[in-house]
């Protein structure tokens, strides 16, 4: 890990607040990035990269308020801890960014075991948020993440939008603390438990209100657990967000052996993985239409193809999250990948590989009913 720090000035917050131009191509000023020094055959394909100078393809992603990912290749909440724990087996700056653990104004101690379970191509979780609550992630973590070149984003979550506002301002001019991610998919306790994420008018207040809290880059995580993404993600980029990412855990249970109860010690657990991959493009595909902010996607990554597949529904950037249990590195080998495959192509940015899947016209939206007809 290197002893340099990532630094966001003033006139460039100002200066990107919005995305430049669209999110389907994003015009990028930042620096090239240089990942070009062993370059391997991406996955699924015969023949032999083209050789990549160092520096010749350019990875940056700018999310706005000069916030600019050296890379496109992020590691999602909950899977790579505070980044601090896997300083040892995976050179952390090397990555676009990181998500940290969901983040809470007072520490909690998550749910009842069991907590995890597998399931065909994934895994079902119900960690219900432990952690140790901002305070102590900041006073532990953030001295560290400063010297990091990786922006680091913190994951936040809360139960009323006064415990939103009030981590997002305890976060707010931290150093090492480069954005936040805005974890809307808890129960909103004063709406008797309805979730922020599946109403567009709570998503919108809790994005309304951490905007006005923080100068810092605000991306909101949508749910893939709605019957229409659009309007959500309208209104939360209407109230201020610099960037969506999507799409967060599908609600699901598992049974117990002997089929007596629910195998989770909370009964709902997230489903993640390869399994929840079709409904994560579906929902960047309809996000990306909906919005001029950039959207990052998350489900499912596994290899090269999956980014590739996820820039081609219009997402800037992708997130890795369970196949890090498996393996720690691929994040790292992911950007390699991507810039060989730039490379192959004949490409000095990553940025033409962006939206390509997506209709010239706006598409009819899955709520519709036209994408399946039995
Ligand atoms: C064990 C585990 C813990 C997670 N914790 C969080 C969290 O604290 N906050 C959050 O926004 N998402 C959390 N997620 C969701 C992931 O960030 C991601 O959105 C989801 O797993 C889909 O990506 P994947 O299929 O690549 O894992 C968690 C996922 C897993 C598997």
New binding site residues.
């Given amino acids: 890990m290197k002893a340099k720090r990532r630094a966001v000035t003033a006139s460039s917050r100002v200066a990107e607040q919005k995305y430049p131009t669209s999110p389907k191509r994003p015009s990028g000023t930042g620096r090239g990035n240089s990942t070009g020094a062993t370059i391997r055959p991406s996955s699924g394909r015969a023949d032999p990269p083209m050789p990549v100078r160092a520096g010749a393809v350019d990875l940056s992603v700018q999310l706005g308020r000069g916030l600019v990912l050296p890379n496109p290749i992020l590691v999602?909440?909950?899977?790579f801890g505070y980044g601090i724990e896997y300083g040892e087996v995976v050179d952390v700056d090397r990555l676009g960014g990181i998500?940290c653990?969901?983040t809470t104004l007072k520490a909690r101690v998550g749910n009842p075991t069991p907590r995890?379970t597998e399931t065909p191509a994934g895994?079902l979780?119900s960690?219900g948020?432990q952690n140790p609550g901002v305070d102590a992630v900041i006073a532990r973590y953030a001295e560290t993440w400063a010297t990091w070149i990786v922006p680091v984003l913190v994951?936040v979550?809360g139960e009323s939008v006064r415990d939103y506002v009030e981590v997002a301002r305890r976060l707010d001019g931290v150093p090492g603390v480069a954005g936040i991610?805005l974890?809307i998919?808890c129960p909103n306790v004063g709406a008797g438990g309805l979730q922020f994420a599946i109403d567009a008018g709570a998503a919108a207040e809790v994005t309304a209100a951490v905007r006005r809290a923080t100068d810092l880059p605000l991306l909101v995580?949508l749910s893939p657990n709605v019957a229409d993404i659009r309007p959500i993600a309208r209104a939360i980029a209407d109230a201020g967000a610099d960037a969506l990412t999507a799409?967060?855990?599908l609600s699901g249970i598992a049974i117990a052996p002997g089929r007596g109860r629910p195998l989770l010690g909370n009964i709902y657990g997230?489903l993640?993985?390869p399994a929840?991959k079709p409904v994560a493009l579906r929902v960047v595909y309809e996000a990306a239409q909906s919005v001029t902010i950039p959207v990052i996607a998350?489900?499912?990554?596994m290899e090269l193809a999956d980014v590739l597949d996820f820039l081609a529904v219009g997402a800037v950037a992708v997130?890795?999250?369970?196949?890090i249990f498996a393996d720690p590195t691929l994040p790292v080998r992911l950007v390699d990948e991507l810039a060989a495959e730039c490379g192959r192509r004949g490409l000095t940015s990553y940025r033409p590989l962006i939206g390509t899947a997506l209709p010239k016209k706006p598409a009819q939206p899955s709520s519709k009913g036209v994408e399946y007809r039995p």
């Fill in positions: 999602a909440s909950g899977t998500c653990k969901g995890v895994m979780n960690i948020l994951n979550a991610e974890n998919s995580k799409i967060n855990t997230g993640s993985g929840v998350i489900g499912g990554v997130q890795v999250g369970t196949a």
